[in-house]
């Protein structure tokens, strides 16, 4: 990544993410979603002494324009977050944050494939290390599956359809890039055409990173690793990743409830935030991709 590829990235509610942590000179915070590094670079800027533990499964990510020993960036999946700790031999921390979203610089990349808009592969992988891509997953998942996957992850409302055009389709040849996919499923949009693709393409980009079990694994550890009064801070962008993580700093716990149910354990987070915070209208104006961000965090007690 170089400098001017990073300065592409605008970090998301920075100023909310910063105060949200609640910042200890000296202390020792984790950046579980290193991307662009907005978020690092404010944190050390802030620190006095210090470390950030900055991780990003994606291997394109660098440290190309910040020279500061105080920060380490190591390329792993935020699920194994207990394990890279236990690597660098620290046994808690004073505050974890997490930006969920793509950065500009993955949605810029044409060949990665994340943007509907784009003209690379069907690729969709946060890591090369991923064994499935975008396209592969198309050309094997069953119609059954890929329904569900729509359904469930993308929240597609025809997904039925959608999977059943694109069985028929693949049939016929193979679904390779981006443009392939979108002129397969043109007579399936409905709605809004930018919306229905946004979904779609949420849909596969979170079944190939394992989006939400990974999230679930990485919360659990943010339990294990955070010191009494250390801060949790999420930002997320869909309503999947949002209830999940709204659960989770309720209760401690990232399983669903039955109806009529109660969890019974008193949760080992206290709310910071009642509330989730958004953007201003200030920070959407100057920053699209923060339109849809969602704002949460809890302290350990």
Known sequence: MNSAATQLHVPVMLEESMTGLAIREGGIYVDATYGG???SRELLRRLRGGTVIALDQDESVQVSDCNDDRLKLLHYNFRHLKR??????????????????????????????FSYRSQGLLDLRMSRQAPQTAAALLASWP??????????????RNARTLARRLVQHRRQRPLRTVQDLIEAIKGCVRGNPNRYLAQVFQALRIAVNDELESLKEFLLQCKDVLRSGGRLVVISYHSLEDRLVKRFMRTGSVD??????????????????????????????????????????????
Request: a neutral charge.
């Open 37 to 39: 590094g907005g978020h």
């Open 84 to 113: 890279v700790l236990s690597y660098l031999r620290i046994s808690q921390v004073d505050g974890i944050l997490a930006d969920l979203g793509l950065s500009s610089l993955q949605l810029a990349d044409e060949q990665r494939g």
């Open 143 to 156: 119609e059954a599956e890929l329904q569900k996957l729509f359904s469930s992850y993308g929240e597609v």
């Open 256 to 301: 669903e409830v039955q109806s009529g149910q109660k969890h019974t354990t008193e949760s080992p987070f206290h709310l910071i935030t009642k509330k989730v915070i958004v953007p201003s209208a200030e920070e959407v104006a100057v920053n699209p991709r923060a339109r849809s961000a969602r704002l949460r965090i809890a302290e350990k007690r």
